[in-house]
């Protein structure tokens, strides 16, 4: 992509009130902290340092199937999800969404382009209710000058991003389709044993470079190993040993 933006269309997200992340409705301070400090790598960010991202972030509230941005959208800022389910992907002349990767808050959405100067490499939009935040990238600067450590945080946080994309990559490359499902599964529920799915089921199986039939035949193998229980959208993780051994390569 050039690194022009004249020919990038300029979106403009809806700013809230300048009261920041803290008029976010049912979100306690302190959960936010925690939601910020999962961001940036998960070590403890200072007052100081918590207070000045909530000042500088613009906050939207996301229906399913709003848009977060384009690709044709000029990326001046780094985006996060906080709450709620985003979907990276490719939005069709259609209208239609082709869904590549799925990103469940607390996550970013967006942290490298704007370092670029270029428009998002991807569209994104919400898949369920979302909370999403924006830093504008000359406070983000700014910041980060004043607060050297934070600038070791957003560096750890790239780095956990290129990771689990190469990572997803190699799944792509050298584990099998039930491996590749299996593994999503893991990364989806974070340890929980419960999952509840917010993607279509076109969607997980072109995640993971399957058909949807196929995707229906592995989930009913394995349901028939006792490894899980589906009803609806809840996906229930009940060997959460077996599935991390049939993850692994052999």
């Given amino acids: 992509m050039s690194s022009s933006l004249q020919s990038l269309h300029v979106y403009a997200p809806p700013v809230l009130p300048p009261s920041g992340l803290s008029g976010l409705p049912g979100v306690e301070q302190g959960e936010l902290a925690e939601r910020w400090q999962a961001l940036l790598g998960g070590a ?17 509230e996301l229906a399913t199937g709003a848009r977060v941005f384009s690709r044709s959208d000029a990326a001046r800022g780094l985006v996060a999800v906080l709450e709620g389910t985003v ?19 607390p996550a970013w959405v967006d942290l490298a382009s704007a370092w670029l100067m270029d428009g998002h490499g991807q569209d994104a939009q919400a898949l369920a209710p979302a909370r999403v935040v924006e830093l504008p990238l000359p406070a983000m600067r700014q910041l980060m000058q004043r607060q050297p450590l934070l600038q070791d945080r957003v560096l750890v946080a790239l780095a956990q991003t290129v990771r689990a994309l190469s990572a997803a990559t190699h799944d792509l490359m050298h584990k099998d389709a039930e491996k590749r499902l299996v593994a999503w599964l893991l990364q989806q529920s974070e340890g929980r044993s419960q999952l509840r799915l917010a993607e279509r089921k076109r969607d997980i199986a072109a995640q993971l470079a399957i058909t949807p039939e196929t995707l229906s035949r592995m989930m009913r193998q394995l349901k028939e190993k006792g490894l899980i229980a589906v009803a609806g959208y809840t996906v229930q993780l009940l060997d959460l040993a077996g599935l991390r051994d049939l993850a692994r390569e052999a």
Avoid: I, Y
């Fill in 44 to 60: 403890r960010l200072s007052s100081e340092v918590l207070a000045a991202l909530q000042a500088m972030a613009v906050p939207r």
């Fill in 87 to 105: 979907g990276l992907g490719q939005q069709r002349e259609d209208g239609s969404f082709q869904l590549e990767r799925t990103l469940r808050g």
